[in-house]
């Protein structure tokens, strides 16, 4: 595919003379609410991919002081629901967009505070950069939010947050709402005030029930379409990610590329996606080693969990520490580079893509 072929510089046979008849004719189609094809090609059927999201990263550094501001002026409660701040691309304002199809938020929940409950048919996780004292009731189950854990809240799942500590919290929520209000499939309902459960257990009853390698529960044998796991704890996560790039010294292939270890979350039923329409992955590059430049058909984020590095976004470099945040909208050029070992944390809508067959990539080299 040829990146200097566009339609602007193909030989438009379409191009009528203007006559008072052919004003005319555009007057009566624009009465009727019609916009003929040969006038919005381009618009309508680009050559390839052209998302009106640009690359753009959030520096953690500058997230975190204003969301400890919003802790200070800014309530929690019903109405509201969430003090949680969303990552708005510059190219789709005025929306608080990451990405066309994805949304993502810094949350943050003060000493002792409750987030009421409520529900809605857009697919939720939360992924925690740092810190602990918070627990998410998932349907009634408490579930730990500790430093490095994935949680999920599928969606149509009735979800609250309580803070049992004098420390306040803050993490990234990642949602499917972009999707969902262009497909115009949006519920939502009200909860509880508070939280149904305040109980604080060490492991929620989900990961009690199938959080154990390579077995599954007789009782629960039909496959889900989100995950039934409402945590998948840095533990396991790190340990994963240690094991490949052990194997890899061996000479084991068990990396996907040298020096790169990576794992995806996956819905224990099913071997697939967590939810049905967001990928998570978590990667971790020793130092010193860059990705190939990749391109791909749908929106990804990344978090910085660790270390320092940076990322080519479009062939413009950007320098990444702890916390960071960026978004390579689709067909984006991008690439990884990590100076010390690199923790990164990466979500996707490529379930959707896949799912309808439009996912397509390139990687150079």
């Given at each position: 595919?040829?990146?200097?072929?566009?339609?602007?510089?193909?030989?438009?046979?379409?191009?009528?003379?203007?006559?008072?008849?052919?004003?005319?004719?555009?007057?009566?189609?624009?009465?009727?609410?019609?916009?003929?094809?040969?006038?919005?090609?381009?618009?309508?059927?680009?050559?390839?991919?052209?998302?009106?999201?640009?690359?753009?990263?959030?520096?953690?550094?500058?997230?975190?002081?204003?969301?400890?501001?919003?802790?200070?002026?800014?309530?929690?409660?019903r109405g509201g629901e969430r003090r949680a701040i969303g990552l708005a691309n510059p190219g789709l304002a005025?929306?608080?967009?990451?990405?066309?199809?994805?949304?993502?938020?810094?949350?943050?929940?003060?000493?002792?505070?409750?987030?009421?409950?409520?529900?809605?048919?857009?697919?939720?996780?939360?992924?925690?950069?740092?810190?602990?004292?918070?627990?998410?009731?998932?349907?009634?189950?408490?579930?730990?939010?500790?430093?490095?854990?994935?949680?999920?809240?599928?969606?149509?799942?009735?979800?609250?947050?309580?803070?049992?500590?004098?420390?306040?919290?803050?993490?990234?929520?990642?949602?499917?709402?972009?999707?969902?209000?262009?497909?115009?499939?949006?519920?939502?309902?009200?909860?509880?005030?508070?939280?149904?459960?305040?109980?604080?257990?060490?492991?929620?009853?989900?990961?009690?029930?199938?959080?154990?390698?390579?077995?599954?529960?007789?009782?629960?044998?039909?496959?889900?379409?989100?995950?039934?796991?409402?945590?998948?704890?840095?533990?396991?996560?790190?340990?994963?990610?240690?094991?490949?790039?052990?194997?890899?010294?061996?000479?084991?292939?068990?990396?996907?590329?040298?020096?790169?270890?990576?794992?995806?979350?996956?819905?224990?039923?099913?071997?697939?996606?967590?939810?049905?329409?967001?990928?998570?992955?978590?990667?971790?590059?020793?130092?010193?080693?860059?990705?190939?430049?990749?391109?791909?058909?749908?929106?990804?984020?990344?978090?910085?969990?660790?270390?320092?590095?940076?990322?080519?976004?479009?062939?413009?470099?950007?320098?990444?520490?702890?916390?960071?945040?960026?978004?390579?909208?689709?067909?984006?050029?991008?690439?990884?580079?990590?100076?010390?070992?690199?923790?990164?944390?990466?979500?996707?809508?490529?379930?959707?893509?896949?799912?309808?067959?439009?996912?397509?990539?390139?990687?150079?080299?």
């Amino acid at each position: 595919m040829s990146d200097q072929l566009d339609h602007g510089n193909v030989d438009h046979a379409m191009q009528p003379e203007d006559t008072p008849e052919l004003r005319a004719l555009y007057k009566g189609f624009e009465d009727e609410s019609l916009i003929p094809l040969w006038t919005q090609l381009g618009d309508l059927m680009p050559i390839h991919p052209k998302s009106k999201a640009v690359p753009h990263l959030w520096k953690w550094s500058k997230l975190l002081p204003l969301a400890e501001q919003s802790g200070k002026l800014v309530p929690v409660g019903r109405g509201g629901e969430r003090r949680a701040i969303g990552l708005a691309n510059p190219g789709l304002a005025p929306n608080a967009y990451i990405s066309p199809t994805l949304w993502a938020a810094i949350q943050y929940l003060g000493p002792r505070e409750t987030a009421p409950e409520h529900r809605h048919s857009q697919n939720a996780f939360r992924f925690v950069v740092e810190g602990e004292g918070v627990w998410t009731v998932v349907n009634g189950d408490p579930v730990r939010m500790s430093r490095g854990d994935l949680l999920l809240t599928p969606g149509w799942n009735f979800h609250g947050h309580h803070n049992d500590t004098d420390s306040p919290m803050a993490w990234i929520d990642g949602l499917d709402i972009p999707f969902s209000q262009q497909m115009d499939v949006g519920f939502f309902e009200f909860g509880s005030d508070r939280v149904t459960d305040y109980a604080t257990p060490n492991f929620s009853r989900g990961e009690r029930l199938w959080c154990h390698p390579g077995v599954r529960p007789l009782s629960q044998l039909e496959n889900t379409v989100a995950s039934p796991i409402g945590a998948y704890r840095w533990e396991f996560t790190d340990r994963a990610l240690s094991e490949q790039l052990l194997l890899e010294d061996e000479g084991q292939p068990a990396t996907v590329a040298q020096g790169h270890a990576a794992i995806r979350y996956i819905n224990p039923t099913t071997g697939g996606d967590v939810m049905p329409t967001i990928r998570c992955e978590f990667h971790r590059l020793r130092a010193g080693v860059e990705t190939a430049v990749r391109q791909d058909v749908g929106s990804t984020v990344f978090q910085v969990f660790e270390g320092s590095g940076a990322v080519v976004l479009d062939g413009v470099t950007y320098k990444l520490e702890k916390g960071d945040m960026f978004v390579a909208p689709s067909w984006i050029k991008w690439s990884l580079q990590a100076e010390t070992q690199f923790d990164l944390f990466r979500f996707s809508d490529a379930p959707i893509m896949e799912r309808l067959h439009f996912m397509r990539t390139m990687v150079e080299g």
